[in-house]
């Protein structure tokens, strides 16, 4: 996912980039805006993606509304810098790569406009931020999401030496609802690693959409993929794994004790999810982007969903 953004949708640095001076860049003073756009802050589809399994942890099992929206606010804040952290990581580790594909070969690191050590002082800012927020949460959660860095560190090195690295986001990139089923109730509970579970397939499924954009450039720099390992049997693939997110958040509620009401709730995101797989086509760059954002309102729905059986 670290590649993300519409190759169509250019500012101007070259006719295929995915580097776009838009949203929050463009409003920032001019010796600013590289290190925004190498956290990305001009397409928060990324934020949005590593926020919501933390929702989902808050809606089963936050004591109370405060609660709940106090940790959905610290959680909100935390996927923006952690995720602009890991994109900075990925940046280093890619950097020589990003180079030869001409949609990434614009962005900060690749294109000189921020030096490596630059980049190694903003990480450590960020990271500074992000343990700001860490503190604020129970010490289980501190502990917990602390452990998320090392794969956040080691992902960028999966798509070199496995055919799955969709694999290793779906676990990087669903930490939050362990953490915040932890950060909630101070302590794990069988519904928190279902919860995990779902996350990681609707990970696994989203990311294989977004890689079908890269499938060519991916292929000849030798950077590996669940597209380029799937190919035309992605839809049967996602038809799979979208069916085992429902099938585990559904357990997750269940074993939550929610009211019933969640499950006429979750067909709405599999509803959603259904339409994914019936309009695929991975020869469609610009329809796999378009349909790997809409998973953000497929993660909303199931936020709805379990609200709907809250006691």
């Known amino acids: 996912m670290d590649k993300g953004g519409d190759p169509s949708e250019g500012a101007g640095v070259a006719p295929y980039t995915d580097i776009r001076r838009e949203g929050l860049p463009a409003w920032l003073p001019a010796a600013w805006v590289p290190y925004a756009l190498l956290m990305r802050l001009d397409r928060p589809i990324g934020s949005w993606l590593l926020y919501l399994p933390g929702p989902w942890a808050f809606a089963v099992a936050a004591p109370s509304w405060g609660r709940g929206l106090w940790l959905a606010l610290l959680f909100g804040v935390g996927a923006v810098v952690m995720r602009g952290a890991g994109c900075v990581v990925n940046d280093l580790w890619d950097r020589d790569l990003d180079r030869q594909v001409e949609r990434t070969r614009g962005r900060p690191l690749a294109s000189g ?4 050590r630059q980049a190694l002082a903003f990480l450590a800012g960020l990271m500074l931020v992000g343990l700001a927020i860490l503190v604020q949460l129970p010490l289980p959660a501190i502990l917990f999401g602390a452990a998320s860095l090392v794969p956040i560190v080691l992902y960028p090195l999966a798509k070199r030496v496995t055919n799955w690295p969709q694999a290793m986001l779906g676990f990087v990139f669903t930490w939050a609802a362990p953490t915040g089923w932890l950060a909630a109730t101070g302590h ?3 519904p928190a690693f279902l919860l995990w579970g779902a996350a990681f397939f609707w990970t696994l499924a989203y990311d294989t959409i977004y890689a079908h954009q890269d499938r060519e450039d991916d ?3 030798g950077i590996r993929s669940s597209a380029l390992t799937l190919g035309d049997r992605t839809a049967g693939f996602l ?13 997750a ?8 009401l969640f499950l006429a709730g979750l067909l709405l995101p599999a509803a959603h999810f259904s339409w994914q797989v019936r309009r695929l086509d991975i ?11 809409s998973n953000r309102d497929a993660g909303l729905l199931v936020v709805l969903a379990f609200l709907l ?3």
Request: one cysteine or more; hydrophobic letters at 55%; proline letters at 9%.
């Open 113 to 116: 406009a921020v030096t490596p």
């Open 188 to 190: 794990f509970a069988a």
């Open 219 to 221: 292929a000849l720099v």
């Open 239 to 251: 038809g799979v794994t979208f069916t085992a997110c429902i099938l585990l958040l559904a357990a």
């Open 253 to 260: 509620g269940w074993t939550a004790g929610l009211h019933p």
């Open 283 to 293: 020869h469609d760059p610009a329809l796999c982007l378009r349909l790997f954002k």
């Open 309 to 311: 059986g809250r006691p």
